[in-house]
């Protein structure tokens, strides 16, 4: 760990070596705080999210650096949070390079963002073009890094703008090869890769540095949060750099808000959707008679080459569709970015290219966040193929399948709840969570059935009625025999729904008669999925099922 330290002191800045980083608040405390010159009143209006706003964050805060150990599979030592990976880099250039001395090596067309920050700290630059094909060009990479005192190695994979990542080998053989240069590698978009990232590198390579990002994946490019992951004597030099109080309190709540176990369903669900539309995307746009070429892309975003710039422009532009030029770089080129069914099937249509018949899936999220529950949910009621459901209650996760098969809907629900305690909580809170959802795929309920009837049959009879009036109704007769099934309360069953009409705003009616608790819940559950499922289902018209014209 000695020799780490003095190869990493040896490569940085003597002056980033030499000096003590600023006396930044580290972890939060219980102490009475009078030492930062801080207001000892909170700004009104003091909610209990504002409630510490009067307090300088802590320069790396550990819970948030805890969650991100886990999201990256990498120690929290390894990490520097900031704001964007655009600062990790900056600092990294302002921890090593020494202006009017140090190299750094560049592949254009990549990131602009290198250049510039280059150019900021006054290094030197070597270019290294990629190849025709937009690959990286390695044996002239490697030459350059022989011939030319390079400091920082700046490449991207995936590459932006071609959209193509740069082989795990190759970044592994530049570290082995040239132990005193570090390999800074931005994996902005590497969640969208097949190959996956390349943070299982970092323990033998200690000359390597990964940039990666909470703006892409995650949804969070208003929020401005981002990483270095790197050997932590990189990390520690890097800390020193790095501005006072970099990640304000807010930024921190929403990105832990934005990872919550719970949000990770949703985020895989989307996920699944984005690579489902980038095939998509890539099959169809060769049929518009503007573009030339469409390369293959790793990312979130399609590189195409023009066969008429003004045309394709001209035809954007009348849809108000902006993409990215890069004609300053790659003549005749652009860059077009993935984005939900419905954007592309609008982009499509402006270039020209029908949308092949796709219906328009009624599809909703909610979040639910109290002292008790963490809880996401996604609905597809149009798609019934995804049904993923975790609620640390087996009994009840089995029960909420029944809904989705029976309904004819896909769901995707998670659920953290204080379980240690009771199940009263995980049930009443997913059942407000999951109604919201529900309530907000179906929109203004135009075209639906509106109303459900069901009669389960077994030695269990439960006859169920759903009206999806918008007014919150419910009405259950039953007794059970026993008091639990498992861990499951028998008593939450009545309550789910009762809580399910609430946040749905929905008359759900319930009788059931059996000998067997089980099955009495289990008939419950398949009978609400059974009666929303006309309930939900569109007929041919767009009509709103009421005479008032409104639901």
């Not at 990976?85 to 009017?100: K, N, P, S």
């Not at 006054?122 to 002239?140: E, F, R, S, T």
Request: hydrophobic content about 40%.
């Amino acid at each position: 760990m000695v020799e780490d330290f003095k190869w990493a002191n040896q490569l940085a800045r003597p002056v980033i070596a030499g000096f003590k980083a600023y006396s930044a608040r580290g972890a939060s405390t219980k102490a009475l705080h009078m030492d930062a010159n801080e207001s000892p009143w909170a700004p009104p209006p003091a909610g209990p999210r504002e409630e510490d706003y009067n307090r300088y964050p802590a320069q790396q805060p550990p819970v948030l650096m805890a969650r991100l150990s886990g999201l990256y599979g990498v120690p929290a030592e390894n990490i520097l949070l900031g704001r964007g990976a655009d600062e990790a880099i900056d600092v990294l250039l302002r921890t090593f390079c020494e202006a009017g001395e140090d190299n750094v090596l560049i592949c254009p067309p990549s990131f602009g963002y290198f250049d510039i920050a280059a150019q900021v700290q006054g290094a030197g630059i070597v270019k290294v073009p990629l190849d025709k094909n937009y690959d990286i060009d390695q044996a002239a990479v490697k030459k350059a890094l022989e011939t030319n005192a390079i400091k920082i190695a700046m490449l991207c994979s995936p590459n932006n703008p071609t959209g193509n990542s740069v082989p795990s080998d190759f970044i592994e053989s530049l570290c082995a090869e040239h132990p005193n240069t570090l390999i800074m590698v931005d994996e902005a978009y590497s969640e969208f890769a097949a190959r996956g990232n390349l943070s299982d590198l970092l323990d033998k390579n200690r000359n390597l540095v990964l940039m990666r990002t909470l703006s892409k994946a995650y949804g969070l490019a208003g929020v401005r949060a981002g990483v270095a992951l790197a050997n932590p004597q990189i990390i520690n030099l890097m800390l020193k750099v790095l501005p006072p109080y970099p990640v304000p309190r807010p930024v921190e709540q929403a990105v832990m808000k934005a990872l919550a176990p719970s949000a990770m369903a949703v985020h895989d669900s989307r996920m699944a959707i984005w690579m489902s539309e980038r095939a998509r995307l890539m099959e169809a746009l060769p049929d518009c008679n503007m573009i030339a070429k469409v390369y293959p892309s790793d990312a979130n975003f399609i590189l195409l080459k023009a066969k008429d710039d003004d045309a394709l422009l001209a035809s954007l532009t009348r849809f108000n569709i902006k993409i990215r030029d890069f004609r300053s770089k790659i003549p005749g080129h652009f860059r077009i970015s993935v984005g939900m069914p419905e954007e592309n099937d609008l982009l499509l249509s402006a270039l020209g290219i029908t949308p092949e018949a796709v219906i328009n899936e009624r599809v909703a999220e909610a979040f639910r966040t109290t002292k008790e529950t963490d809880i996401s949910v996604r609905v597809n009621l149009d798609d019934p193929g995804t049904v993923a459901i975790e609620t640390g209650l087996g009994f009840f996760d089995h029960m909420l399948e029944q809904i989705a098969k029976h309904g004819g809907m896909g769901l995707t629900l998670k659920c953290a709840g204080d379980l240690h305690i009771d199940s009263h909580h995980s049930v009443e809170d997913t059942a407000l969570a999951f109604g919201t959802a529900l309530k907000q795929a179906l929109g203004n309920k135009a075209g639906i059935g509106r109303y459900g009837f069901v009669m389960p049959m077994d030695e269990t009879q439960a006859r169920v009625a759903i009206d999806l009036s918008g007014r919150p109704a419910f009405v259950f007769n039953g007794n059970f025999p026993t008091e639990n099934v498992g861990a499951f309360a028998a008593e939450m069953c009545p309550h789910f729904f009762q809580s399910l009409s609430q946040s749905l705003g929905a008359s759900i009616q319930i009788d059931v008669k059996g000998d067997n608790t089980h099955h009495m819940i289990e008939a419950c559950f398949k009978g609400v999925g059974r009666a929303l499922r006309p309930a939900i289902s569109r007929g041919p018209t767009t009509d709103i099922p009421s005479t008032k014209g409104v639901i």
